[in-house]
């Protein structure tokens, strides 16, 4: 622990950051939606409504809506499923050189994540903050001091959070209203902030549900007409067209029987009986495949509002054009909405906790990377590292769980079937070049070990002795010859002369 921690646990005197001024400047521009008296407990902007109203709304929104419920949820448990660690900060990843000992404000910091009240834990904390900033677009965490150093953390409602501030933005404090009464005030340093990105700044944040309402009302509108069709029983819009000797009472009568035989579930394939002269004609046929498609369409609003997957949220269509594979949609999901949200709740902290709770430098906290690959995808990324020598084989069984072999420290080169040692490499390189000129007009000089190759145009052969041609025969010759040879061949062996 440093001397400066040591002492500020001793006073219980609140850390001034080495790079801020004594006096800080004051700030020239103003906040959208703040007045020229500034944030209030009771006037929390000039937009015209009702704060607390509008994210009880959202709130309803959330629940109401299984498609906001799944995709906030698909986030928050991507965000938080590593769970909230601490990493050296001038860690590279390439893993050439160890990190060094935690020092005591890290512990200390630890500690309090490991323990952050008797009822939550970190990973429930932040889930909730998660999910108010994609419900409400601000989140709220309670941070308790003792002795000049954070101790506790709590989750704080977002709807019946009050930030006070000036009309140029700058936060004095915080109020607390529940809805039964319950008021609780705040210092700055006791409540950790954190907002979602708005398109004309202020101190609050514009969340994806709030941006996502009009199709999520369109949704739910549509949800309530399907599910009142099919309480009825699905039935036909009809048109019945009484004789006018018909009264009013017996009109009243008939739609009365109509109501009570011929719809519901159960009363499904009930014929409908007139008398009198009663004509009954169906109007249009049942549109509910048009319900559920404009369902569907609504559905897929909402999920790219909150820039989730479909497969994210259980939606497996086959031949969705421009859906991608699973691995690409995870990347994109990473990338363009989990980790976003990821490095603005750890800014936070890693500022709060970690830089003026605990004067930490160097450190900071992260959330653990979770492998979500397909395991035959991963498998096969390790055979390459494998085969191509950037693994040993006692690398991959480590990975996997399994002991060292011995001789598994050597790197590898696999091509196909054939194999060398990185060691050999030279050798083997030596040998390939000697094999590819092997017949041609350069030779190889035979070169000391790990001396470069030299190639040598090679003498050109000399031309070996031959015997000197034999005299050509003339036709008068090889007839001769070739009759002498048929004559004694023949029994008796008849001469040339004699023939």
């Not at 039964?180 to 700044?201: C, K, M, N, W, Y």
């Not at 009954?280 to 999920?303: C, M, N, S």
């Not at 004067?359 to 959330?367: A, E, N, V, Y």
Request: aromatic share 8%; proline share 7%; glycine share 10%.
């Amino acid at each position: 622990m440093s001397l400066r921690t040591w002492w500020q646990g001793l006073t219980g005197q609140a850390e001034v950051l080495e790079t801020a001024p004594a006096t800080a400047p004051e700030r020239a521009g103003f906040e959208y939606g703040i007045g020229p008296g500034g944030l209030t407990e009771n006037m929390q902007g000039t937009t015209g409504t009702d704060r607390r109203s509008t994210l009880t709304q959202l709130y309803d929104a959330y629940l109401a809506c299984p498609w906001a419920w799944a995709s906030v949820n698909a986030i928050v448990r991507t965000v938080t499923a590593g769970g909230l660690v601490m990493d050296w900060a001038n860690d590279d990843g390439q893993g050439d050189e160890e990190p060094p000992e935690k020092p005591a404000e890290v512990l200390l910091l630890e500690r309090m994540i490991a323990f952050c009240n008797p009822r939550e834990n970190i990973r429930q904390i932040l889930r909730g903050a998660v999910t108010d900033l994609l419900v409400f677009g601000d989140a709220f965490i309670e941070v308790v001091w003792l002795a000049g150093q954070p101790v506790a953390l709590y989750s704080l409602d977002c709807p019946s959070m009050r930030p006070i501030a000036d009309e140029h933005g700058q936060v004095t404090g915080y109020v607390q209203v529940t809805e039964q009464g319950q008021r609780a005030t705040f210092d700055p340093r006791e409540v950790i902030h954190i907002s979602l990105d708005s398109p004309r700044s202020g101190l609050f944040g514009v969340s994806p549900t709030q941006a996502a309402m009009l199709p999520i009302t369109s949704w739910l509108f549509a949800a309530a007409t399907s599910k009142e069709i099919f309480r009825k029983g699905s039935p036909p819009q009809i048109h019945v067209d009484f004789p006018n000797s018909t009264s009013p009472a017996e009109i009243n009568r008939w739609n009365a029987q109509y109501q009570q035989r011929n719809i519901g579930p159960r009363n499904i394939g009930t014929p409908i009986s007139t008398k009198g002269g009663a004509q009954i004609q169906e109007l249009a046929q049942g549109r509910t495949v048009d319900y559920l498609k404009f369902l569907d369409q609504r559905r897929d609003e909402i999920i790219a509002t909150y820039g989730v997957p479909p497969a994210k949220v259980g939606i497996i269509e086959s031949g969705n054009l421009g859906g991608g594979t699973g691995e690409s949609q995870d990347r994109t999901f990473t990338v363009n909405t989990v980790q976003p949200i990821a490095e603005l709740i750890l800014e936070a902290l890693n500022f709060h906790l970690g830089r003026v709770g605990f004067g930490i430098d160097g450190w900071k906290m992260k959330f653990r990377d979770v492998d979500m690959r397909d395991s035959k995808t991963v498998e096969e990324i390790r055979d390459m590292r494998v085969r191509n020598g950037s693994w040993v084989l006692n690398r991959y069984r480590a990975d996997i769980g399994e002991p060292p072999v011995e001789g598994g420290d050597q790197p590898l080169l696999v091509d196909r079937t054939n194999f060398v040692l990185w060691s050999d490499m030279g050798a083997m390189s030596r040998a390939t070049v000697a094999d590819r000129l092997k017949g041609t007009s350069f030779d190889l000089d035979g070169p000391a070990p790990g001396a470069p190759l030299e190639l040598v145009a090679a003498a050109p052969p000399e031309p070996a002795a031959t015997a000197p041609p034999a005299p050509t025969e003339t036709r008068q010759q090889q007839y001769k010859r070739r009759l002498r040879e048929a004559l004694a061949s023949l029994p008796g062996g008849i001469d040339e002369r004699a023939a």
